[in-house]
């Protein structure tokens, strides 16, 4: 070797060795080891999700292991949810090294991050519970249980190459083929549930389960005798019904008198993505009771007034008046009827770029003496709107509707049925508030329709809200009737009839053929 090497640094491995005997031994069998490791690969926390090292720290694991979708990278968690929710829920007992607790209710603000804390003790379980688990996924409908918990462990585990190469994703479940561990999804119905043995079983928005058929799916899913530390996880914010699980559940955890519950329900938004600008925009778009629910996890009455009087009598114009008679204009109408009891009525509307406007409107008020007659008042006042209007469509609840519908439609008249099933209820209910609230209806004055809004209350159901009287006295047909028209009035804009090009089916250079449908 030249001198000019050892000049500009360089020494060979030899000069490193010790000159005591054991000492270089001991050197070269530590060199030794050290290629091994690299030939064969060491088992570290950075490459083995399975490690060890884990088994009793799950905030290392989910900050080396967990991948947020949202940002691809590992989660960075935040004090508030090692402090609050993690270390405590996953303390073991000195006697017996198992986890203290065997149920957990968690009750949180909307936007808090529930699906995602859910997802990240799905992830764990999956990876450091014990072999053969079973992970069972649940909430108050099959598609909230799919889309959303189950989505972000997915997307968690495809984002980390050392965990997704350890599974088989399918569908509807998960299987860890190193430790027979297997994620599904399951309906909430009780007897598809009977026979489980889930090491841990996550249950979403539990205030969603409102029926006796739901609490038997509870008490068949909750623990299994057969699973040495089984968990129950509920993630939720708060409710209505004060006779509900969840509401018996947040009482029991008040109480503090089940030592195996873990409870955290907070009224505050902990996160620190929830900002106060987020929270005034959503005060402005929700109703006070369903902003206090949702963003300040408390509990509320299953109804609330659907609108306040204030935003109703801001959508009125004082200058509109029912709009004269004109062909030209092209109007939806919606029926709500009823022959004995309630009130019968008759609402018209048109769009007119982005506000719907009431055209005119009429109501009929039956007894169980004299019922009403369809074909004197409502067939004919619809006929009549027909030769004053152009009538697009006239939307109508078939149940007591059906025969007239038929006449109607036998006059040339466009009947389309609306039937009163809870997404149509949901989705025109949601529609009209917006409308309401946004300052996008206009209306004309008129004391009777304004008293059937006061009479109105929204109501809470598990596919959304929805417009109902106060008590059986109470007449709220009108709102039913305009929130039908409005919600088709809303896709389409009715101003103005559309341009029709006429052509000369003689000439065939006139004709594009290929968008024919489109002419």
């Not at 029991?252 to 902990?270: A, E, P, Q, T, V």
């Not at 209910?429 to 809004?453: A, C, M, P, T």
């Not at 009287?469 to 088709?488: E, F, G, Y």
Request: net charge positive.
């Amino acid at each position: 070797m030249s001198k000019r090497m050892f000049s500009k640094g360089y020494r060979p491995p030899s000069s490193y060795h010790s000159k005591d005997y054991e000492k270089r031994m001991a050197q070269l069998a530590n060199l030794k080891k050290g290629r091994e490791k690299k030939i064969l690969g060491e088992k570290t926390p950075e490459n083995d999700p399975f490690h060890n090292v884990y088994k009793n720290d799950i905030i290392r694991y989910l900050e080396e292991q967990f991948y947020l979708p949202e940002t691809k990278k590992p989660i960075v968690l935040e004090e508030w949810q090692k402090r609050k929710i993690l270390v405590p829920l996953f303390e073991t007992d000195p006697a017996t090294g198992l986890r203290k607790y065997n149920l957990a209710l968690i009750g949180l603000p909307k936007k808090n991050g529930k699906s995602t804390l859910a997802a990240m003790i799905v992830n764990y379980f999956m990876f450091q519970d014990d072999d053969h688990g079973e992970i069972i996924l649940t909430a108050n409908s099959r598609d909230q249980s799919s889309w959303i918990i189950f989505d972000k462990v997915v997307k968690s585990f495809q984002m980390n190459p050392l965990q997704h190469s350890h599974l088989k994703i399918s569908q509807e479940a998960i299987e860890n083929k190193t430790t027979g561990t297997v994620i599904r999804i399951v309906a909430p119905n009780y007897r598809t549930a009977a026979g489980s043995n889930a090491s841990l079983t996550v249950f979403d928005e539990l205030w969603g389960f409102e029926l006796d058929a739901a609490r038997k799916f509870w008490d068949e899913l909750t623990l299994s005798p057969a699973r040495k530390q089984p968990l129950a996880l509920v993630v939720t914010y708060a409710g209505y019904d004060q006779e509900s699980l969840l509401y018996e559940l947040y009482k029991k955890g008040l109480c503090k008198r089940d030592k195996k519950m873990f409870f955290l329900w907070s009224y505050k938004n902990l996160a620190s993505w929830v900002t106060k600008k987020y929270l005034a925009t959503q005060r402005h778009r929700l109703r006070q009771n369903t902003y206090l629910r949702l963003h300040e996890n408390r509990w509320m009455s299953s109804k609330d007034a659907f609108i306040d009087l204030e935003s109703w009598d801001k959508c009125i114009d004082e200058n509109h008046t029912p709009m004269l008679p004109d062909t030209n204009l092209n109007v939806i109408v919606g029926v709500d009827v009823s022959t004995k009891g309630d009130s019968t009525a008759v609402v018209v509307c048109i769009r007119r770029e982005n506000k719907v406007i009431l055209v005119c409107h009429r109501k009929w008020q039956p007894t169980k003496k004299v019922p009403i007659d369809l074909e004197a008042t409502v067939e004919k006042y619809i006929m009549d709107l027909a030769k004053d209007y152009n009538v697009v469509k006239v939307l109508y609840d078939p149940y007591q509707f059906h025969r007239s519908a038929k006449t109607l439609s036998n006059e040339g008249i466009i009947m389309v049925e609306f039937p009163q099933t809870p997404d149509h209820l949901t989705a025109m209910s949601q529609n009209i508030y917006d409308l309401i609230k946004g300052g996008n209806l206009v209306i004309y004055k008129d004391k009777e329709f304004r008293s059937h809004v006061q009479n109105s209350l929204a109501t809470q159901t598990s596919r959304g809200w929805r417009i109902v009287k106060k008590s059986t006295n109470n007449k709220i047909d009108l709102v039913i009737a305009l929130a039908m028209a409005a919600l088709d009035a809303t896709k389409i804009d009715t101003s103005r009839r559309p341009n029709i090009r006429v052509i000369d089916i003689n000439d065939d250079d006139d004709i594009d053929w290929k968008n024919w449908d489109n002419l």
